[in-house]
């Protein structure tokens, strides 16, 4: 079982789908898409009772959580307690996404390069750091899992004053009673991937997210308006660094104070000068990374988990295709402020193979499909060559339509640049 609703969910669905076990694939809530491959249940993700019920009763060999609400819940031990197996963290361990105050200091315990940093939690005293700080930009984060709006690049000690009184006035509600203020990075992000059963890794390869809503990284940040796979900027010493000095410390530190980390670990990386630097943890799979790393997957992605919740992972390796995938998403009017829904989706038949669409939020009535949210549906050209995929995602957006409907022009555009031929 999947739980979750989203272009991230519609692709684990549909890579666990074809694993060679044959499971019997089922999805909560799911969306119209992923119920053409999964029985769907109206259950929502954060309803982890009604969630263990109808696994309990379906016998559900294996849940697979997409969004880290509920794993910060406490989905795992719920389901543990009803002798049911999740692939993904513990409560305890998913504080690496729910608390950026753990995950600073689980860093400074365990080495890992990352931004100098203070934490703060009082409104007074973090304005006194900042009347004696020097240096902008300086970034404000609010402690707790804020949707993505909870951090704050401050070119100006006036708007990071701004930034740490609307945390602490509440905008955040309990996820901003406590803040960090940290230097800077500057350089290249990306996004890593491990599987883990807690000691050893299976690393997955490196993606990287496109979050400002509009082209030239102009506007608001959003949730993520396309990715693109493999990284051809990224040395391979780059990335031997990046599992070395982050991924590795971090699972072992974990393990040392007693909340050992299981699932996909997700470390959000900026490659500087210095050499890489973690600039935050997910305890979940990437939105919209997944999209572009899964169909690319060689491995038997069920066997893989299965590993993981069986503590089996050492020996093991991923095989992926030479492929390189570009994903743009489509968005509604409004995003990321608002979202308009209701408008009719067309062109989505007779997709090309190499193309890949995921459902993030619609809706069907009398077959046809229906814009449900911001970002509604996920792109993705496959091919080998970067200029190939890219062309195939953005002729597949030519043919799609709906009122409204907005995206970025310039994914994987610098990939183009960097790629070997
Ligand atoms: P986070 O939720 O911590 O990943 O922050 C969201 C985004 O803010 C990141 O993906 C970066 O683009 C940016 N960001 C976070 N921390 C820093 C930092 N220390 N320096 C520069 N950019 C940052
Ligand atoms: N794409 C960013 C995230 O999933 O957090």
Not at 107 to 123: C, K, L, N, S, W
Not at 167 to 184: K, M, P, Q, Y
Not at 213 to 234: C, F, K, R, V
Request: proline share 5%; aromatic share 8%; hydrophobic share 40%.
């Amino acid at each position: 079982m999947v739980v979750g609703s989203g272009g991230r969910e519609h692709a684990l669905v549909e890579t666990l789908a074809a694993s060679t076990l044959e499971p019997e694939m089922h999805a909560a809530p799911g969306n119209p898409a992923i119920s053409r491959i999964a029985r769907t249940v109206d259950i929502p993700a954060d309803d982890l009772v009604a969630l263990r019920d109808y696994a309990k009763e379906n016998e559900i060999d294996l849940t697979v959580v997409g969004p880290e609400s509920p794993l910060i819940g406490g989905i795992t031990e719920a389901f543990w307690e009803a002798d049911l197996k999740v692939f993904g963290p513990s409560r305890a361990a998913a504080r690496i996404e729910g608390s950026k105050v753990f995950a600073k200091e689980l860093m400074r315990h365990a080495g890992v390069p990352t931004a100098r940093y203070e934490a703060f939690d009082t409104e007074a005293a973090a304005l006194a750091y900042l009347r004696a700080h020097r240096d902008y930009p300086a970034v404000v984060k609010a402690d707790g899992a804020a949707a993505g709006k909870g951090v704050t690049v401050a070119h100006s000690r006036d708007e990071a004053e701004e930034a740490v009184r609307a945390s602490f006035g509440g905008r955040f509600g309990a996820a901003g009673e406590r803040i960090v203020i940290e230097e800077c990075l500057e350089g290249r992000e990306a996004s890593i991937f491990v599987v883990t059963d807690g000691q050893d890794i299976l690393p997955f390869l490196p993606a990287q997210d496109y979050k400002r809503a509009y082209d030239a990284d102009e506007g608001p940040n959003t949730g993520g308006m396309g990715s693109y796979s493999p990284l051809m900027w990224m040395e391979p010493a780059t990335y031997a660094a990046i599992l070395e000095e982050i991924i590795r410390p971090t699972i072992r530190q974990m393990a040392l104070i007693g909340a050992p980390y299981t699932g996909l670990l997700y470390a959000g990386v900026m490659v500087t000068e210095t050499g890489p630097k973690a600039l935050e943890f997910n305890c979940r799979f990437g939105d919209p990374e997944t999209q572009v790393i899964l169909p690319r997957l060689g491995s038997d992605l069920l066997e893989l988990m299965l590993a993981a919740n069986n503590e089996d992972l050492a020996g093991r390796e991923v095989v992926w295709s030479a492929d390189k995938a570009v994903c743009v998403v489509l968005a509604s009017e409004g995003y990321p402020e608002s979202s308009s829904t209701g408008d009719e989706i067309t062109g989505l038949e007779n997709i090309p193979a190499g193309v890949y669409i995921y459902h993030a939020a619609t809706e069907e009535r009398d077959g046809r499909f229906y814009t449900a949210g911001g970002r509604v549906l996920n792109v993705v050209g496959t091919g080998p060559t970067v200029i190939e995929a890219r062309a195939r995602a953005y002729a597949a957006v030519e043919q799609i339509y709906f009122e409204g409907m907005h995206y970025r022009t310039d994914i994987a555009l610098e990939a183009i640049e960097l790629e070997d031929f």
